[in-house]
C-alpha cells in the first residue's frame, strides 16, 4: 500500500487518495456489494424452487450477459477518465440531456440498493437472536448500522477495503466450507451434473431464475466509481470488473449446484418449497455441523454490513462528483483534510437513510417484506437501466471518434449486451411481483420510479442548458490530467500537458453536437 496522499496544503483544496486502490481492493468493493452470501441463503432457494435444478445455470448466463457488457463498458473506461462513472460514459456516448438523466438515476439506484439493504440487516440480525434465544427489535439495529456504516464512509478509503477485504474472505468462506463438506461426502444421492442439461435450464421457471440471478450481480459496475483513487486506472479498472463478474458467475453457480446435490436432485425443490429459507441452513449443518450454521447467521449480517458499506462509498463518490459538476449542492463535494473522504456526501446519504427508514417503522412496515424489497426493486431497475444506456453508448460513443479499437470491442460486443441487458430488464419487470410479494398498484409504481427519475432528469438538463449554460457545457468534462481531482486546482501553463494528451494515449472528445 502506498503511503497516504499528504495533507492539503491551506491554500489547497484537499482531494481523494489517488493512486491507493489496487485491482484486490476494487473487486472487494463490487463482490461485497453483491453481498454474495445473503444473496446465496436468502435468493438461491427461491431460485432453485422456481427453476429447479437446472437454476445454477441462469447464473451462469446472467454473468455471461454482463461479461459481453464488460467488454464494451472498459474499453470505454481506457477513453473516459471523467470520475463520473455511468453519467460520464452516458454523456459522451449519448449527450448531455440523457447523461444528467442517467446521473439522477444513478443517485436512484444506488441509494435504492443501500438503503433498502438496512432493513435487512434488521431482519437478519432479530433472526440470529431468535435461533440463539434472544429478542432484538429491528429498528434500532437498523440505526446502528446507519452510524457504523457512516464511520466507515468517513474513514479513508484504504480503511474501507482492508475491512471489505476481511469480511468478503469470511462470508466466502462459509460458503466454500458448505461447498467442501458435500463435495466430500459426496451429496445426498453421488454427485451428479444433470441439472445442467438443456431439459432441466430450457424450463417455464429459467426466465424467473434469470430474473433473480440478473438482480444478484447488481453494483458490479462500480469499479469506475474508484477511477481517482486507483492505482494505473487504464489497467486496474477493466481487471477488477472482469475479476467480479467471473468470480460472481461462477461461485453463484458452484455454490447452488453443490446445494442441489446436498439434498439430491429429486428432493431438493421440496426442500427449498418446504423451508426457503432454512435450506442453506440444513444443508451446512448435515454436512458440516450446528456450529457452522450459527456462525453462517452471523456471517450473513457481516455480509449484509459489508454490502451497505461498499454502497455507500459509491454514493458518496457520485454524490461528489455531481456535486463539482454543479448539479447537486457545492457543500457535498467537501473532501476530509485527513481521510481525505467525501465526509459531507457520506453524512447527507447516512440522514437519507435515516429519514427513509424511521419513515417505514413509523408506518409499521415490515422490514424485509417492504422496507428491503420495496426500496431495492426500484434501484435495482434503475442499475439495469444504467447499464442498458452504458451498453448502448460504446458504439455511439466510438463512432464519433478516431480510435485504433476493434470492432469486437465497439460495436459487436455492446450492441449484443443491450440487446441481452434490454431482455434482462424485461424478465425483472415481468416477474416484478417475485421480488416485491406487493400488489400490482405498488409494482406498477415501483417499476415506474426509474423511467419517472429519467424524465425529470431531461426536464432538469433541458433546464440548465437554458438557466446555467456553464454548468450544462461542462457536464463530464474530462480532467486536466489521469487521477487528477476536479476539486483542486490545477496548473493552467502550457507546460502542464496532460499525459492523455500524449500520442501514446489519446483522450478523444466527442463532437460538440453530441454533446448538445
Given at each position: 500500500m502506498p503511503s497516504p496522499t499528504p495533507d492539503a496544503t491551506p491554500d489547497e483544496p484537499p482531494g481523494l487518495r489517488t493512486g491507493t486502490l489496487s485491482t484486490a481492493d476494487i473487486s472487494f468493493f463490487v463482490v461485497s456489494a453483491?453481498?454474495?452470501?445473503?444473496?446465496?441463503?436468502?435468493?438461491?432457494?427461491?431460485?432453485?424452487?422456481?427453476?429447479?435444478?437446472?437454476?445454477?445455470?441462469?447464473?451462469?448466463?446472467?454473468?455471461?450477459?454482463?461479461?459481453?457488457?464488460?467488454?464494451?463498458?472498459?474499453?470505454?473506461?481506457?477513453?473516459?477518465?471523467?470520475?463520473?462513472?455511468?453519467?460520464?460514459?452516458?454523456?459522451?456516448?449519448?449527450?448531455?440531456?440523457?447523461?444528467?438523466?442517467?446521473?439522477?438515476?444513478?443517485?436512484?439506484?444506488?441509494?435504492?440498493?443501500?438503503?433498502?439493504?438496512?432493513?435487512?440487516?434488521?431482519?437478519?440480525?432479530?433472526?440470529?437472536?431468535?435461533?440463539?434465544?434472544?429478542?432484538?427489535?429491528?429498528?434500532?439495529?437498523?440505526?446502528?448500522?446507519?452510524?457504523?456504516?457512516?464511520?466507515?464512509?468517513?474513514?479513508?478509503?484504504?480503511?474501507?477495503?482492508?475491512?471489505?477485504?476481511?469480511?468478503?474472505?469470511?462470508?466466502?468462506?462459509?460458503?466454500?466450507?458448505?461447498?467442501?463438506?458435500?463435495?466430500?461426502?459426496?451429496?445426498?444421492?453421488?454427485?451428479?451434473?444433470?441439472?445442467?442439461?438443456?431439459?432441466?435450464?430450457?424450463?417455464?421457471?429459467?426466465?424467473?431464475?434469470?430474473?433473480?440471478?440478473?438482480?444478484?450481480?447488481?453494483?458490479?459496475?462500480?469499479?469506475?466509481?474508484?477511477?481517482?483513487?486507483?492505482?494505473?486506472?487504464?489497467?486496474?479498472?477493466?481487471?477488477?470488473?472482469?475479476?467480479?463478474?467471473?468470480?460472481?458467475?461462477?461461485?453463484?453457480?458452484?455454490?447452488?449446484?453443490?446445494?442441489?446435490?446436498?439434498?439430491?436432485?429429486?428432493?431438493?425443490?421440496?426442500?427449498?418449497?418446504?423451508?426457503?429459507?432454512?435450506?442453506?441452513?440444513?444443508?451446512?449443518?448435515?454436512?458440516?455441523?450446528?456450529?457452522?450454521?450459527?456462525?453462517?447467521?452471523?456471517?450473513?449480517?457481516?455480509?449484509?454490513?459489508?454490502?451497505?458499506?461498499?454502497?455507500?462509498?459509491?454514493?458518496?463518490r457520485y454524490a461528489l462528483s455531481l456535486s463539482e459538476e454543479g448539479v447537486l449542492p457545492k457543500a457535498l463535494g467537501r473532501i476530509h483534510p485527513r481521510h481525505r473522504s467525501p465526509y459531507v456526501a457520506g453524512a447527507a446519504q447516512t440522514a437519507l437513510g435515516a429519514l427513509v427508514v424511521l419513515a417505514f417503522a413509523l408506518a409499521g412496515a415490515d422490514p424485509y417484506q417492504q422496507l428491503l424489497l420495496w426500496v431495492n426493486t426500484p434501484g435495482m431497475i434503475g442499475l439495469m437501466i444504467l447499464q442498458l444506456l452504458a451498453a448502448l453508448a460504446v458504439p455511439c460513443f466510438f463512432r464519433r471518434i478516431d480510435h485504433t479499437e476493434g470492432v469486437l470491442r465497439t460495436v459487436v460486443a455492446p450492441v449484443v449486451a443491450f440487446l441481452l441487458l434490454a431482455g434482462a430488464i424485461g424478465l425483472v419487470t415481468a416477474h416484478v411481483d417475485l421480488f416485491t410479494g406487493a400488489s400490482t398498484t405498488v409494482n406498477t409504481v415501483l417499476v415506474s420510479l426509474a423511467p419517472a427519475v429519467f424524465l425529470l432528469g431531461l426536464l432538469l438538463a433541458y433546464r440548465l442548458r437554458r438557466t446555467r449554460p456553464e454548468v450544462y457545457a461542462r457536464f463530464a468534462a474530462e480532467p486536466d490530467s489521469e487521477g487528477a481531482d476536479p476539486s483542486c486546482p490545477h496548473p493552467t501553463s502550457s507546460s502542464s500537458t496532460p499525459a492523455s494528451a500524449t500520442p501514446s494515449s489519446p483522450a478523444p472528445q466527442p463532437s460538440p453536437s453530441m454533446a448538445d
Open positions: 453483491a453481498a454474495p452470501l445473503t444473496v446465496m441463503a436468502g435468493v438461491a432457494p427461491v431460485a432453485i424452487l422456481l427453476g429447479g435444478i437446472g437454476a445454477p445455470v441462469g447464473y451462469l448466463l446472467a454473468g455471461l450477459t454482463l461479461t459481453v457488457f464488460a467488454v464494451g463498458f472498459t474499453t470505454m473506461s481506457r477513453h473516459v477518465r471523467s470520475a463520473g462513472a455511468f453519467y460520464a460514459y452516458i454523456t459522451r456516448g449519448l449527450g448531455t440531456p440523457v447523461g444528467i438523466a442517467a446521473a439522477l438515476v444513478a443517485m436512484l439506484g444506488y441509494n435504492g440498493m443501500e438503503i433498502g439493504v438496512y432493513g435487512l440487516l434488521g431482519s437478519a440480525t432479530s433472526d440470529t437472536a431468535a435461533a440463539l434465544g434472544h429478542h432484538v427489535p429491528w429498528l434500532p439495529v437498523a440505526l446502528a448500522g446507519l452510524l457504523v456504516i457512516w464511520y466507515g464512509g468517513y474513514r479513508s478509503i484504504d480503511f474501507g477495503a482492508k475491512v471489505l477485504g476481511v469480511l468478503l474472505v469470511a462470508e466466502t468462506g462459509i460458503l466454500v466450507l458448505l461447498a467442501g463438506g458435500v463435495l466430500i461426502d459426496g451429496g445426498a444421492d453421488g454427485l451428479s451434473v444433470g441439472g445442467l442439461a438443456p431439459a432441466h435450464v430450457l424450463t417455464g421457471g429459467t426466465a424467473a431464475v434469470l430474473a433473480f440471478a440478473f438482480a444478484a450481480f447488481t453494483g458490479f459496475e462500480s469499479t469506475v466509481i474508484y477511477r481517482r483513487e486507483a492505482k494505473n486506472p487504464e489497467r486496474t479498472i477493466p481487471r477488477a470488473t472482469y475479476i467480479a463478474v467471473a468470480f460472481l458467475g461462477l461461485f453463484y453457480a458452484f455454490v447452488v449446484w453443490t446445494v442441489i446435490q446436498a439434498f439430491g436432485e429429486d428432493k431438493v425443490v421440496q426442500a427449498a418449497a418446504d423451508d426457503p429459507g432454512g435450506l442453506f441452513f440444513a444443508a451446512i449443518t448435515t454436512y458440516v455441523g450446528a456450529w457452522a450454521a450459527d456462525l453462517m447467521h452471523l456471517l450473513i449480517i457481516t455480509s449484509v454490513l459489508a454490502s451497505l458499506l461498499a454502497f455507500h462509498n459509491a454514493i458518496n
